[in-house]
């Protein structure tokens, strides 16, 4: 059971001049959160974004790859035009259709103090499966 546990969350992977993101859950919804959640640590220290205001998204995409693409990026749309950054997801999936609420709070540069400014996810290593245990992994490269 502790294996399982430690596969669960978010992190960074290498890449040339990019930065790749994934999440990891017991679910497709809980990776693609933790992938949100790994977006926004791009950006700045999610211990210091608070969930205060709540905002409604949703998607829409022949398959679970361009979902998580088309979240992400929607998820970057928001935090530019609303100037705000998010720490807690929710996130529901049905077929091809994602619902979501992100909470989270305007940017402040002096409390957040955004590292980099992420431009958009993209198509490179842009995954979404199951794997042999039965995790969940969504995945991409996003630019910065």
């Known amino acids: 059971m502790p294996d399982k546990i430690k596969k669960l969350g978010w992190e960074h992977f290498p890449h040339q001049a990019d930065i790749g993101i994934r999440g990891r859950g017991s679910t497709k919804e ?3 959160e933790q992938a949100a959640l790994a977006l926004t640590a791009v950006i700045a220290d999610l211990d210091k974004i608070e969930p205060k205001e709540k905002v409604k998204i949703n ?9 998580l693409f088309d979240w992400l990026n929607s998820l970057l ?8 950054l998010f720490s807690q997801f929710e996130v529901h999936i049905d077929r091809d259709k994602l619902t979501a609420i992100a909470w989270g709070q305007k940017t402040n540069v002096s409390k957040h103090q955004p590292a980099v400014e992420v431009k958009a996810a993209t ?4 995954r979404v499966r199951q794997d042999e245990s ?8 996003v630019d910065v």
């Open 59 to 67: 998607c829409q995409a022949i398959d679970d790859e361009l979902l």
């Open 134 to 141: 039965g995790t969940w992994i969504a995945q991409c490269v």
């Open 77 to 84: 749309y928001e935090m530019d035009t609303r100037k705000m």
């Open 30 to 32: 809980q990776a693609f």
């Open 123 to 126: 198509y490179q290593d842009l």
